[in-house]
């Protein structure tokens, strides 16, 4: 592993003469940038007032942190937000809602503003609960740079709600709500590797990552684990499919109990997906040809996949079950066939994933 993270080092110096620019790739992330969930605009338009919230979800909380949204402020509350946001769908008939309500909302404050949860009543909002595919009650979206990364569905224990909230502050350089003192330096290393990679400077990205697995870091496995798939993830902007193959190899091989951690094993999902798919084009280009050609099976295909290789797992298996409830014998039932790839990549466990074979089911025997 020392000697895949020495080659990645050696790997970044050479490709700097092919001009790939951080302003060009920092560009390039930005086009795939979409309108979350399918969200647009002219949900935005009407001039009035925001309708108010029955008093059963009303929250206690500093209201930066943890407030109410709707179609009027949804892209500036949700999809233009500089933190991750969690995206509480709920209804005020709805039990299991309001026993998760003071679960999630302590959970959220325990982190002083690194994640903040927005709160949508389907029932007052159902354009954007319809958009955004809810299917149950309560379900969560968590959502960073303005991208579903990851969901859950129905009343989760307590502990299992405070991991996921905790997971998803430290997505944005937040702390652990057991670790209010400062970051360690380990922490503060993966930081700063995670925040450059998610702006494009993939050679600072790789150099500290590879830091992390120099022999005389001090970094434990959960670091080294989320530091090798981080390089993972670098060789993957830079289409070194082999190196990211072996490096994800590498992750489920020596750092087993860490790759089953719900961040980590989306991030190797991706790496994985991406390393088999070879070049495609960027999701942003192939949603726009999908629109000019909607019955187009192959161009669907191809979206799901570079949804799930750009990390909107979400998105990426609503159009897999698009494609296989529109075409489902097409390719020798090829959506099929995808709908089980992102769900067996994902893992077992994943959220996504059940959510994923239900939906499949349904359509295939419902």
């Known amino acids: 592993l020392p000697r895949l993270a020495a080659g990645a080092r050696h790997a970044h110096q050479a490709r700097r003469a092919l001009a790939l620019s951080r302003a060009a790739v920092a560009g390039r992330a930005h086009a795939t940038v979409r309108v979350v969930a399918g969200v647009s605009m002219r949900y935005l338009s009407s001039s009035a007032p925001p309708p108010t919230t029955p008093g059963a979800q009303q929250s206690t909380a500093n209201s930066a942190i943890i407030f109410d949204v709707s179609e009027e402020n949804f892209m500036e509350k949700v999809v233009h937000a500089d933190v991750p946001i969690l995206l509480d769908c709920w209804a005020a008939w709805c039990n299991p809602c309001r026993k998760l309500t003071p679960i999630i909302e302590a959970a959220v404050a325990k982190h002083g503003g690194a994640v903040r949860l927005a709160k949508l009543n389907v029932d007052e909002h159902q354009r954007v609960a319809a958009q955004l595919r809810v299917q149950s009650l309560p379900t969560v979206f968590a959502l960073h740079n303005g991208r579903v990364v990851d969901t859950f569905s129905g009343l989760l224990p307590a502990e299992q709600v405070e991991a996921f909230v905790s997971a998803h502050a430290q997505r944005g350089g937040g702390h652990p709500a057991q670790s209010p003192q400062e ?75 860490e790759s089953g951690s719900a961040e980590i094993s989306q991030h190797l999902a991706v790496v994985e997906v991406a390393a088999s798919a070879g070049d495609i084009e960027s999701a942003a280009e192939l949603h726009a040809a999908a629109k000019a050609n909607p019955g187009d099976a192959n161009i669907l295909e191809k979206l799901a996949v570079a949804q799930f290789v750009e990390g909107n797992a979400s998105e990426a298996l609503n159009v897999a079950l698009a494609l296989v409830r529109n075409h489902r014998d097409w390719n020798d039932a090829a959506g099929r066939r995808l709908v089980l790839k992102f769900c067996d990549a994902l893992g077992p466990n994943h959220p996504l994933s059940k959510a994923g074979r239900q939906r499949l089911s349904n359509l295939l025997f419902v």
Do not use: C, H
């Not at 970051?183 to 450059?196: D, F, Q, Y």
């Not at 494009?200 to 500290?208: E, F, H, N, R, V």
């Open 183 to 257: 970051a360690s330096p380990i922490k503060n290393s993966l930081t700063v590797a995670n925040e450059a990679l998610d702006k494009g400077d993939i050679s600072l990205a790789a150099k500290a990552y590879a830091e992390l697995l120099d022999e005389g870091s001090e970094a434990d496995d959960a670091a080294k684990a989320a530091a090798t798939i981080g390089l993972a993830r670098v060789a993957v902007k830079e289409k070194n499919w082999e190196m990211a193959t072996e490096l994800a190899k590498s992750v489920r091989e020596k750092y087993p109990a």
